[in-house]
């Protein structure tokens, strides 16, 4: 479409970009301004009057009104008038008049009285930041049948969507919202914030386009791959080979195997180089061992701050951190983040803009293990592609119980249980700072008690400088690990049976689940603790029933609008303000076939 300058302008005030989006912002109520003949109470109404006097006080003025339309005599009344009013009303003559109208003991009086001139229609009143009239006049002028199709709107759409800004007599009855309308408001929203992520999407040639083969390799591992690792890669698969450079994201629960996908996709690129970022040293390390290991023949080569300045050029497959971002590199055709949610978009777009080559592109692959809600991710491709993995290769053996002070001496013993059998536990405690404010202890607080029951404690938390060497440490020579939520970086513990979260009722759901995640990585009989002093959260008792990273994040969404959330608990959702994630996955699949997204 092709907007105007003063559509444009107002657009901008608005803080809009279509009319379709005009059209979402609905009356917040209406004016009647229709002449009726009957008088109704606790309603504002026009009176067709003549003024039959007019007594000015010092503080108001009075008037006496004979409305024609119901015969009766009514007293107006104005507070504190302005200058303007004044001239509002003179004696003899006959105006259209507005107002609410009360009676008490036979006399009938309208305060504060308006003059009209526009008659026999209902007015919407809206909420903008534009001026009432101005408003009124643009969607008077612009939001019409005829825009809306030409937006690309489908005719049942845009007949839901007229009405509650031109209203007929039934719809300013009816209390709620027709559910018919609401759809069309939901679509249309949908429909406007997809058009436009699609529309922003840029698509780039590729540095190369080929087929891949992983078949193979796959055959020659010690595992089978999942189902969905192994469509995520035919997905991969038939990106590599198209004319557009591939821009993919892959979603999967901690544990659900994202590593195999990224070291499939650097084997289909062969041999072409490929690079692949990492948040953390540890990280970054385990990724280069993997890849080691599971992609024997490939020249791999590992970039941290501490590496020696070498020449990249002879390796197929650079893995590193963020040093990568300040390293000379070579071209790649394909580029990987892993644990993407750790950097900043700058961070991901300089690392891809490092690599490309004129107007073409690498290929361009992100992970996360921040689960989001299905629908979500549907309405995420609109702008990027999206593969997701639901399922991990092992069955996880997680009990996850709500505990509280009473349940200490259990705890105990189980922790000392575990450690005997050569398992470790991870304490997740509140910082200093936090737990000043609450009723928990701190790390600071908590760790002496630990340190003197228990030998190889280890402690950190999220500003200390050293907090991946006391992973790795503890990883060897550990029994307890006493942390802040910082643990949730993708180190894996192989030995670790156990997560006691303290003050569970302080963190979002997805956090607890990543948390989580760190138990039983390798099939072990995993135990998740939340321990509280709330004496029952629906939220906790929920979260202690459902182990599917998405089934968490549709939950998380659940009581985030039952109004029981937390602060700093991130996610999105809040951008809709008719489309609830949670329940309109069948509006999201509507609009998507209808914009041809696939
Ligand atoms: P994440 O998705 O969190 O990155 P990882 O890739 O680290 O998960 O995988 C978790 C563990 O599962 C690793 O030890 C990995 O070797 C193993 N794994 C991955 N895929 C399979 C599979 N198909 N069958 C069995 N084990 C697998
Ligand atoms: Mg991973």
């Not at 008088?39 to 409305?67: G, W, Y």
């Not at 007949?159 to 309308?181: A, G």
Request: proline content about 4%; charged content about 25%.
């Amino acid at each position: 479409m092709n907007y105007t300058k003063e559509q444009e302008e107002k657009f901008k005030k608005l803080g809009i970009n279509s009319i379709s989006e005009l059209a979402l912002s609905v009356p917040s109520s209406y004016e009647d301004f229709r002449i009726h003949d009957t008088l109704k109470l606790h309603m504002p109404q026009v009176i067709d009057a003549t003024v039959e006097s007019v007594h000015r006080a010092p503080n108001s003025i009075q008037i006496t009104f004979f409305a024609h339309n119901f015969g009766y005599r009514i007293q107006g009344v104005l507070f504190r008038p302005k200058p303007y009013m004044m001239h509002q009303f003179k004696a003899g003559e006959r105006d259209y008049f507005y107002g609410l109208i009360d009676c008490k003991g036979g006399v009938c009086s309208m305060s504060m009285p308006k003059k009209v001139i526009k008659t026999g229609a209902i007015y919407p009143k809206y909420k903008s930041s534009l001026r009432s009239d101005v408003m009124n006049r643009f969607i008077e002028k612009n939001l019409n049948a005829e825009n809306l199709k030409a937006e690309g709107l489908k005719d049942e759409i845009v007949t839901e969507l007229l009405k509650p800004h031109f209203p007929r007599d039934e719809y300013l009855q009816s209390k709620e919202l027709d559910t018919k309308i609401l759809h069309a408001l939901k679509y249309t929203e949908l429909f406007c914030y997809m058009k436009l992520l699609a529309g922003k999407r840029r698509y780039f040639k590729p540095l190369i386009s080929k087929e891949g083969h992983y078949s193979q390799w796959a055959k020659s591992l010690p595992f089978k791959l999942t189902d969905e690792q192994i469509s995520t890669i035919e997905d991969i698969k038939k990106d590599f080979a198209k004319e557009v450079a591939a821009k993919r994201m892959v979603v999967g629960d901690v544990g659900s195997g994202k590593t195999m996908v990224i070291l499939a996709s650097a084997l289909m690129m062969m041999p072409e180089r490929s690079i692949l970022m990492a948040p953390t040293t540890i990280l970054a390390n385990q990724l280069f061992e993997e890849a080691l290991r599971f992609l024997p023949g490939i020249r791999c080569v590992l970039v941290s701050n501490k590496s020696k300045k070498i020449d990249l050029q002879e390796f197929d497959f650079i893995i590193g951190t963020h040093a990568l971002l300040y390293r000379e590199l070579p071209h790649a055709k394909l580029v990987m983040v892993d644990e993407q949610h750790r950097f900043g978009t700058q961070q991901r777009n300089l690392l891809e803009k490092l690599v490309s080559s004129g107007d073409k592109k690498p290929h361009f692959l992100q992970f996360s293990a921040t689960p989001i809600p299905r629908t979500q991710a549907m309405i995420e491709t609109a702008h990027i592609d999206v593969s997701l993995i639901t399922t991990t290769p092992f069955k996880k053996n997680i009990a996850s119980k709500v505990i509280h002070k009473s349940d200490f001496k259990e705890l105990l013993e189980h922790i000392k249980d575990e450690i005997q059998k050569k398992h470790q536990v991870l304490l997740v405690y509140p910082l200093v700072e936090q737990s000043r404010l609450m009723e928990y202890q701190s790390i600071e607080e908590a760790r002496g008690y630990w340190e003197k029951n228990f030998e190889g404690v280890y402690v950190t938390h999220g500003k200390d400088k050293e907090k991946e060497q006391v992973l790795l440490d503890f990883r060897e020579k550990g029994t307890i690990l006493i942390a802040t939520t910082v643990v949730e970086v993708g180190i894996s513990l192989p030995r670790l049976s156990t997560v006691v979260i303290v003050g569970a009722e302080r963190l979002g759901l997805s956090t607890l689940h990543q948390l989580r995640g760190r138990v039983s990585r390798t099939g072990l009989q995993g135990y998740c603790y939340l321990y509280t002093n709330q004496t029952s959260s629906a939220r906790l008792e929920q979260f202690v029933e459902t182990f599917s990273g998405f089934d968490i994040a549709n939950l998380d969404l659940k009581f985030r609008k039952s109004g029981d959330l937390l602060k700093g608990s991130n996610q999105s959702g809040s951008q809709f303000k008719w489309v609830d994630i949670a329940e309109d996955e069948e509006i999201v699949k509507s609009v998507k076939k209808d914009l041809n997204i696939i």
